[in-house]
T-cell receptor
Framework: AQKVTQAQTEISVVEKEDVTLDCVYE???????LFWYKQPPSGELVFLIR??????QNEISGRYSWNFQKSTSSFNFTITASQVVDSAVYFC??????????????FGRGTQLTVWP | DTGVSQNPRHKITKRGQNVTFRCDPI?????LYWYRQTLGQGPEFLTY????????KSRLLSDRFSAERPKGSFSTLEIQRTEQGDSAMYLC????????????FGSGTQLSVL
C-alpha cells in the first residue's frame, strides 16, 4: 500500500495564480516526519520543509505555506502568486518514527507543476 | 561546489554488463543513502550507510546490487549483469546525525540498459 498519495499528477497554472498541492499519508506510528521536496528539470531534489507529527502548526515561508492536518492525514502545500521558476515536480515524503531508519523516506509519485507566463 | 556529487551523470550499457556509480557526499555528513527513481515515480529507498557500515538494505536491492562505503566517505553502487528493468535514475543523498533527517540529494546517475 502506498504510504504517501499525491493524487494530482499534473497541475498547470498561469503566473500569479495560487496553487495547492495535495498530500495524504498513511502510517501507524505516532511519531513520524513529513517532508516536501522540489525536483526541477536538473534532477536534484531540493528540501523545502520538514514537519514532525507533534507539531500541527501551519508554516509560512515567503510564498510557500504548508497545512498539516492529522485528522485527515494530510500535509498540503500552497504556493501563493506562482512564478515560472516554480515549475518542477514536487514530492511529499514520509519518514516513520522509532525503529525505522532515519532518512528512509517514502515518497509519493509527485505532482508536476507547470506555471505558464 | 560542496553539495552531493554523483558520477557519471549518464550511463548507457548493454544488458548483461556490469556498471558502477560513485557518490561523494557532503564532507561532514556521516549518513549516506541510495535511492532509485523510475519515470513518473517518486524515489525509492535502496540502502543506507552510517559511516562505513551498511545498516539497512531494501528488498529492492537484489543480489546483483552491491554498495560500499569503504572509508566512510564516498560510496559506490555496482549493478552486475544489468537488466532492462534496472534502467532508472540512481540518487545518492547524505545527512548528518542530528540533522533532522534532512537529506541533501545529488543530481543522480541516469542508467539506460539497452
Amino acid at each position: 500500500a502506498q504510504k504517501v498519495t499525491q493524487a494530482q499528477t499534473e497541475i498547470s497554472v498561469v503566473e500569479k495564480e495560487d496553487v495547492t498541492l495535495d498530500c495524504v499519508y498513511e502510517t501507524r506510528d505516532t511519531t513520524y516526519y513529513l517532508f516536501w521536496y522540489k525536483q526541477p528539470p536538473s534532477g536534484e531534489l531540493v528540501f523545502l520543509i520538514r514537519r514532525n507529527s507533534f507539531d500541527e502548526q501551519n508554516e509560512i515561508s515567503g510564498r510557500y505555506s504548508w497545512n498539516f492536518q492529522k485528522s485527515t492525514s494530510s500535509f498540503n502545500f500552497t504556493i501563493t502568486a506562482s512564478q515560472v521558476v516554480d515549475s518542477a515536480v514536487y514530492f511529499c515524503a514520509l519518514s516513520e518514527g522509532r525503529g525505522s531508519t532515519l532518512g528512509r523516506l517514502y515518497f509519493g509519485r509527485g505532482t508536476q507543476l507547470t506555471v505558464w507566463p | 561546489d560542496t553539495g552531493v556529487s554523483q558520477n557519471p551523470r549518464h550511463k548507457i550499457t548493454k544488458r548483461g554488463q556490469n556498471v558502477t556509480f560513485r557518490c561523494d557526499p557532503i564532507s561532514e555528513h556521516n549518513r549516506l543513502y541510495w535511492y532509485r527513481q523510475t519515470l513518473g515515480q517518486g524515489p525509492e529507498f535502496l540502502t543506507y550507510f552510517q559511516n562505513e557500515a551498511q545498516l539497512e538494505k531494501s528488498r529492492l536491492l537484489s543480489d546483483r546490487f552491491s554498495a560500499e562505503r569503504p572509508k566512510g566517505s564516498f560510496s559506490t553502487l555496482e549493478i552486475q549483469r544489468t537488466e532492462q528493468g534496472d534502467s532508472a535514475m540512481y540518487l545518492c543523498a547524505s545527512s548528518f546525525t542530528g540533522g533532522n533527517e534532512k537529506l541533501f540529494f545529488g543530481s543522480g546517475t541516469q542508467l539506460s540498459v539497452l
